[in-house]
């Protein structure tokens, strides 16, 4: 039941109003209508939405005389007369002052404007049957709503710190609400004009990326690769980039400038117009596949990124409002109950969590995160302290981050633990997270599980990296392991007993012989008879493919410990001592299996022509005299070596990668991509 003069809500049985005093009979109450009167916040924004004129754009339209004509005229309706209150009975409300009563209305008119500008144009957009084909004229529209919005609020704004004969506290609030609704706005403004802006980047220039099949020759290709890279360059950097999305957008921009080079790998493929290099060809051409790939999901984290500033933006609006009811709550209290309050919608903080569900160690180098924090305060700044950990993975992380109004995205990755981890298992694990204030008064703590695979496990294909995860097998190799160097040792007794002492060190790529293919073939050898020899590792022929989703994989050093591996196994062993002498390597996948090859030599006679290693073929048939009588031959009769070491021309390396090959990934690429060993 609803009180007839004041409308405020009251007990079925109550036989007098708590709030104005009114006495309610039964016929009064009988009388009293099913649906309650306006209440008095309704009231104020109808009747300022009925003073307001109709919104021009570029024209102020809300006026001190406007507001003060509002603010007389509502005063009785909102509040009852003087009279009125100063004759209830048990009235324990406080009087509402002329100053109070106009803060309310500025703020009532504030809400209106909001919605005939922002919201109106937002809800254009969203209603549009034509999409996205009017999408930049919607952004356009929104932003200019934005900045009419600014403009206006600043007048507001100004008039309601004219007021005078409000309470500190009152003070505090006026500033904090006419401060978030500017942040809101203008958030919605940066969004905005970065959209626009990127919008014109990516019709006019992004889309316009060389393709090599447009071009005759792989050096015309990276020639032009080149002079967009320096065009998307220029207006990539001529965009005013939110700050709170910088690290998605420097990452996607990344992205971009790998295309130069991969484009200098086609170019080196075929240099002055040689015979082309099939190995760099088409490895570059992986890596344009995977850069396609990252360009996509990079596209869609900034974009995201993007969308969680508007949401915030959403986020402070509402709680202005939320603001602006709690002051109309406050106006009414006793100055007892005004000492007492404490607004809650005035620096409150904002923590939502992404957190990945599963977790490669062998791939720590890969994440940019475990968890992301998303944050910020309505309004003014916080100090919070953020600890997290994965117990048995990571170290504690700990940091301290100052919060504003602005949103902004905490990205968490504790560090790994040194020394040995229990992790040749998969097991469950929770990810810990606490944030508190600096003086240690917790905020909020939360535990989320994942799963922690072993540091064996290997994910060929997975959205959570952003990239065409077949790359990612470059984490597999360790040039810097012990157990490389001590191979390596071996491998060097075994050059030196087939040469005759001749050769006393792994040299690379350094002239020994009269012949660098020679000089090439000898040290794989030497690798090849020191695994199965010296370290005893023997091929395990259990199944293995880069097409299915998980992969059990031993690092290099487990290989040579537990003397056994599958093919790509043995292939990563070789490939990181090859690695470790600064030779040029490449992983090649033919159907169900792993290979490695060896550039003959580095710029210079043998330069892009390639040994193929069949690393799986570790038995006594290759003997060292076996590998001797392939050295004289080369030396003594030109003849290209064949067996486990096989030498192809580049007829006979397209014929086998385009008949024979799922993948091929270039090892010197794990530096150009970050890619490195797990520590542990």
Not at 163 to 190: I, Q
Not at 438 to 456: H, M, Q, V
Not at 600 to 610: A, I, S, T
Request: aromatic share 10%; net charge negative.
């Amino acid at each position: 039941m609803f009180c007839p003069k004041c409308g405020k809500e009251i007990p079925s049985q109550a036989t007098f109003c708590s709030k104005c005093g009114t006495s309610i009979s039964g016929t009064a109450r009988s009388a009293v209508p099913e649906e309650p009167p306006l209440s008095a916040r309704e009231q104020s924004a109808k009747a300022g939405k009925e003073k307001r004129p109709k919104k021009k754009r570029g024209k102020k339209v809300l006026t001190t005389a406007v507001l003060i004509v509002a603010a007389i005229v509502l005063l009785p309706v909102l509040f009852g007369s003087p009279d009125d209150i100063s004759s209830s009975q048990g009235d324990t409300a406080g009087s509402v002052s002329d100053s109070e009563t106009e803060l309310l209305a500025i703020m009532d008119n504030t809400h209106i404007f909001y919605e005939e500008t922002i919201i109106k144009e937002v809800n254009e957009y969203l209603g549009d049957s034509e999409g996205l084909s009017n999408f930049l004229e919607h952004q356009e529209q929104t932003l200019q709503a934005c900045h009419d919005f600014l403009a206006e609020l600043e007048n507001l704004c100004q008039q309601a710190e004219a007021l005078s004969g409000l309470d500190a506290k009152l003070e505090t609030v006026r500033d904090e609400y006419f401060n978030m609704l500017r942040d809101s706005a203008t958030a919605c403004a940066e969004a905005e004009r970065f959209l626009i802006d990127f919008y014109d980047l990516d019709t006019n220039v992004i889309s316009y990326t060389p393709k090599w099949f447009d071009y005759g020759m792989p050096s015309e290709y990276a020639e032009a690769v080149s002079a967009w890279v320096q065009e998307a360059k220029t207006a990539c950097e001529s965009i005013s980039c939110p700050s709170n999305v910088e690290f998605e957008w420097e990452r996607y921009k990344s992205n971009l400038m790998y295309s130069e080079d991969i484009a200098e790998k086609m170019a080196m493929s075929n240099p002055e117009d040689q015979t082309i290099d099939w190995l760099r060809f088409l490895s570059a051409r992986a890596m344009m596949e995977r850069s396609n790939n990252t360009d996509e999901v990079l596209f869609d984290k900034f974009t995201d990124s993007i969308m969680n500033v508007l949401n915030h933006a959403v986020f402070q609006e509402t709680h202005a409002r939320a603001l602006s009811d709690e002051v109309w709550n406050y106006v009414e209290m006793t100055p007892e109950e005004k000492e007492e309050y404490i607004f809650e919608n005035i620096g409150y903080i904002e923590l939502d969590y992404d957190v990945v569900d599963t977790i490669y160690p062998s791939l720590y180098e890969t994440y940019d995160a475990f968890a992301i924090i998303k944050t910020s305060c309505t309004s003014g700044s916080r100090s919070i302290v953020v600890e997290a950990e994965i117990e048995g993975f990571t170290q504690k992380y700990v940091e301290t981050f100052d919060l504003d109004a602005t949103y902004r995205a905490i990205y968490i990755k504790p560090p790994a633990l040194t020394g040995e981890l229990n992790l040749n298992t998969a097991k469950p694990a929770q990810l810990k997270i606490t944030v508190s204030e600096k003086d240690g008064t917790l905020i909020e703590a939360k535990s989320f599980p994942i799963t922690l695979k072993s540091k064996y496990d290997f994910e060929w294909y997975s959205s959570d990296y952003g990239i065409s995860t077949k790359d990612n097998i470059l984490c597999f190799l360790t040039p810097e392991a012990e157990a490389i160097v001590q191979l390596k040792r071996a491998a060097v007794d075994e050059i030196a007993a087939m040469t005759g002492g001749a050769v006393q060190s792994f040299v690379g790529y350094q002239s020994i012989f009269p012949s660098n293919y020679a000089t090439t073939y000898i040290q794989v050898a030497g690798l090849m008879r020191a695994l199965y020899d010296e370290m005893g590792v023997r091929y395990n022929m259990n199944p293995y493919s880069i097409s299915g989703s998980d992969q059990h994989i031993q690092l290099p050093e487990d290989v040579i410990k537990n003397k056994s591996g599958l093919c790509i196994e043995t292939s990563l062993v070789i490939a990181s001592a090859l690695q470790s002498a600064k030779m040029h390597a490449f992983l090649v996948f033919p159907p169900g299996h792993a290979q490695v090859a060896v550039e003959v030599w580095n710029r210079g006679e043998g330069f892009m022509e390639y040994f193929l290693i069949e690393t799986t073929v570790l038995d006594s048939n290759n003997n060292r005299q076996f590998f001797v009588d392939q050295v004289n031959a080369i030396l003594q009769e030109n003849k290209a070596p064949s067996g486990i070491i096989t030498y192809m021309n580049s007829n006979e390396w397209y014929d086998y990668l385009k008949d024979e090959v799922e993948h091929i990934v270039d090892c010197n690429d794990a530096q150009l991509l970050g890619m490195t060993p797990f520590a542990n």
